[in-house]
């Protein structure tokens, strides 16, 4: 039996449901036939599975997520990225691209410092050693456009059930998104509608906790473009 409603905030220790119908998830934990908090964040409910993310604190990688980086040092075999997280990652040469690249090329023409890129994280060892991909669909580096940093647990609220979210502020404004996990978001479209995008966002990013979410993002974005929008798959 359920003892909390979907989108509460509970604390650790705090009972989410009694018996076996239900499975726990991250941030929770089994006590005999109890399911309890095991840190403080935003309850979710996704079928038979309870899950709580959490309402702070930075990111931590996990294998397969997509993240955005941030080049900080180019050494001979690859770069060294920034993932919003406390530990840093690595991209090799090999990993940076399907085509050949010959040993001794300034790797800073393939991404420069402080450039931005889209990577799939490929592994996270026991000493905290992120390995990361540009080998895949959507996975690049990124040219121009905006980069807008968020709390990473915000960021399945950015998306929206089943990209309900992100996909009303892209119809909305027009802008090319890209959403990683790591709680950074990149944008680029039109300077105006540039704004009204990153605005929409941090709107979620402060108000991510609170229910009617969708319908607040969606009148505040007919009000700034101008347009009739229509909320699916939420």
Same mark, same amino acid.
């Not at 060294?80 to 690595?90: M, V």
């Not at 905006?146 to 909305?172: D, H, P």
């Given at each position: 039996?359920?003892?909390?409603?979907?989108?509460?905030?509970?604390?650790?220790?705090?009972?989410?449901?009694?018996?076996?119908?239900?499975?726990?998830?991250?941030? /929770?934990?089994?006590?005999?036939?109890?399911?309890?908090?095991?840190?403080? *964040? #935003?309850?979710?409910? =996704? &079928?038979? %599975? +309870?899950?709580?993310?959490?309402?702070?604190?930075?990111?931590?990688?996990?294998?397969?997520?997509?993240?955005?980086?941030?080049?900080?040092?180019?050494?001979?075999?690859?770069?060294?990225?920034?993932?919003?997280?406390?530990?840093?990652?690595?991209?090799?040469?090999?990993?940076?691209?399907?085509?050949?690249?010959?040993?001794?090329?300034?790797?800073?023409?393939?991404?420069?410092?402080?450039?931005?890129?889209?990577?799939?994280?490929?592994?996270? /060892?026991?000493?905290?050693?992120?390995?990361?991909?540009?080998?895949?669909? *959507? #996975?690049?580096?990124? =040219? &121009?456009? %905006? +980069?807008?940093?968020?709390?990473?647990?915000?960021?399945?609220?950015?998306?929206?059930?089943?990209?309900?979210?992100?996909?009303?502020?892209?119809?909305?404004?027009?802008?090319?998104?890209?959403v990683g996990q790591n709680g950074r978001v990149w944008l680029s479209g039109e300077?105006?509608?540039?704004?009204?995008?990153?605005?929409?966002?941090?709107?979620?990013?402060?108000?991510?906790?609170?229910?009617?979410?969708?319908?607040?993002?969606?009148?505040?974005?007919?009000?700034?473009?101008?347009?009739?929008?229509?909320?699916?798959?939420?």
């Amino acid at each position: 039996m359920l003892k909390c409603k979907d989108k509460e905030i509970v604390v650790p220790g705090e009972i989410l449901c009694e018996g076996m119908e239900f499975l726990p998830s991250y941030g /929770t934990y089994r006590a005999d036939k109890v399911i309890r908090s095991s840190i403080v *964040g #935003l309850v979710n409910i =996704d &079928g038979k %599975v +309870i899950k709580i993310m959490p309402t702070s604190g930075r990111y931590f990688p996990r294998r397969g997520d997509t993240i955005i980086g941030r080049v900080f040092d180019i050494t001979m075999n690859g770069w060294r990225l920034n993932i919003n997280s406390p530990y840093s990652s690595f991209l090799t040469m090999m990993e940076a691209s399907s085509q050949f690249i010959r040993k001794g090329s300034d790797l800073s023409k393939i991404i420069p410092m402080e450039g931005y890129m889209v990577g799939k994280i490929t592994n996270v /060892t026991g000493q905290n050693l992120i390995d990361l991909t540009m080998k895949g669909p *959507g #996975l690049r580096k990124l =040219d &121009g456009g %905006v +980069i807008v940093n968020v709390n990473s647990s915000k960021v399945s609220r950015i998306i929206g059930r089943q990209g309900s979210m992100i996909k009303l502020i892209k119809e909305a404004t027009g802008c090319f998104i890209t959403v990683g996990q790591n709680g950074r978001v990149w944008l680029s479209g039109e300077a105006k509608n540039e704004v009204i995008a990153i605005n929409a966002i941090e709107l979620i990013n402060e108000k991510g906790h609170k229910k009617g979410l969708t319908d607040e993002v969606k009148k505040f974005l007919e009000k700034e473009t101008g347009k009739k929008l229509e909320v699916s798959n939420v």
